[in-house]
C-alpha cells in the first residue's frame, strides 16, 4: 500500500524532528553557562598596568558568599593641587580577564580618574564559578571595597559596565547611588538576545538567566551614558538604542563605529571628549581627598 507507506515515512520524519528539535531544546537548556560565560578564553593574566607604565595595586576582595575576586585599582595621577574628580568601577565582558581590558586603564588615567577593574568569580584568578546572582555579589563586593575600605563617596563613583557587564552595572545602579552609570556595547536582556540568536526556539521558557539591564534602568536615578555601533555583531545596535529610551534622564547617546570589540579603538578620541564632559557635568567636584589607599 504506497499511500499508508508513505503516511508512515512521513510521520516518522515528523516524529524523528519533533525528537531531535526537544534534544536541541534540552541541550540549549543544560549547556546555557557555557554560552553566557566564556571565562577560559584567556584565564592567565597576559599583563598588567605596569606594562602600560602605569602604577596599581594588586587587591583581594571577598564576596558574601566567600569567593576571593582579584583586581587592580589603578590610582589617577598624583598632582599636588588636584584631587580625582571620579573613580571608574569597570565591570568587563563575559570573555577573558581584566588583562584584556587594559586599554580602558590609559584613557581613564589621562582624564584624571582612579579605576578600579577586577573579574568575576570564575573569571582570571578569582575564585568560584560564574552565575548569576554570583556577578551581582560580585559587583556589591567591589563597590563595598571602594565605599568602605577605600572610602570614597557614592556620589564620586562611576559605574562603566562593557557588554554583559553593562547588565551588571545597571544592577548595581538600580540598587545603589553611584555617580553615574556608562553602558557600552550593552544588550537589553538574555531573553531578548536569545529570541534573535534562536527564533525557532521557545528560548524565553528555556532561558535561566536574565540579566534584565532594561528593566533594571527602570529604577536607576543617575545620569545614564550608552554607547553603541551599528556594526555590532554580536549585540544588535536596536538594543543600544531600546536602553538609550528606557534610561532616566539626564541622558546622552554615543554612535560608535566599528564591531563590538575594537569600537572603542575606532572612536577612542571621541570617546574620551564626549565620555568626560558628561562625567564632569554630573560628577561632583571632590571636597577633599580622592579616597584612602590604606
Known amino acids: 500500500m504506497p499511500f499508508l507507506s508513505g503516511t508512515n515515512m512521513l510521520f516518522n520524519l515528523s516524529l524523528v ?5 526537544a534534544v536541541f531544546a534540552a541541550a540549549i537548556f543544560f549547556v546555557q553557562p557555557r554560552l553566557i560565560y566564556y571565562p577560559e578564553f584567556g584565564r592567565s593574566i597576559t599583563g598588567t598596568p605596569d606594562d602600560l607604565g602605569l602604577a596599581y595595586e594588586a ?8 569567593e576571593i575576586l582579584h583586581g587592580w585599582f589603578v590610582p589617577a ?3 599636588p593641587t588636584a584631587t580625582p574628580a571620579a573613580t571608574v568601577l569597570f565591570l568587563h565582558g563575559n570573555a577573558g580577564s581584566i588583562s584584556h581590558r587594559l586599554d580602558y586603564l590609559p584613557m581613564f588615567y589621562r582624564l584624571g580618574y582612579n579605576t578600579f577593574i577586577f573579574d568575576y568569580r570564575g573569571f582570571g584568578e578569582s575564585s568560584g564559578t560564574p552565575s ?11 563597590w563595598q571595597y571602594l565605599i568602605e575600605k577605600r572610602t570614597l563617596p557614592p556620589d564620586n563613583v562611576v559605574l562603566f559596565g562593557e557588554s554583559l557587564g553593562g547588565a551588571i552595572a545597571a544592577w548595581l545602579a538600580a540598587n545603589e ?3 553615574l552609570l556608562v553602558l557600552a556595547s550593552a ?10 540568536m534562536y527564533p525557532f526556539l521557545p528560548v524565553r521558557l528555556l532561558s535561566r538567566f536574565e540579566y534584565n539591564t532594561i528593566d533594571y534602568l ?6 545614564v551614558f550608552v554607547a553603541h555601533s551599528p556594526q555590532d555583531e554580536i549585540v544588535p545596535f536596536a538594543h543600544g538604542q531600546a536602553l538609550y529610551q528606557a534610561a532616566p534622564d539626564p541622558k ?12 572603542f579603538i575606532y572612536m577612542r578620541d571621541e570617546w574620551v571628549n564626549v565620555l568626560n564632559e558628561f562625567i564632569d557635568r554630573y560628577v561632583p567636584a571632590p571636597e577633599a581627598s580622592g579616597g584612602s589607599t590604606n
Do not use: W
Not at 554570583?134 to 556589591?140: C, E, S
Not at 527602570?218 to 545620569?223: A, K, L, Q
Open 17 to 21: 524532528a519533533m525528537v531531535g528539535y
Open 59 to 66: 587587591v583581594e576582595i571577598t564576596t558574601a558568599d566567600g
Open 77 to 79: 595621577p598624583a598632582t
Open 132 to 142: 548569576e546572582p554570583g556577578t551581582y555579589l560580585d559587583a556589591q563586593a567591589a
Open 177 to 179: 547611588k553611584p555617580a
Open 187 to 196: 544588550f537589553t536582556s538574555v531573553p531578548d538576545m536569545a529570541a534573535e
Open 218 to 223: 527602570r529604577n536607576v536615578t543617575c545620569p
Open 252 to 263: 546622552q547617546f554615543l554612535e560608535l563605529q566599528g564591531g563590538h570589540n575594537n569600537g
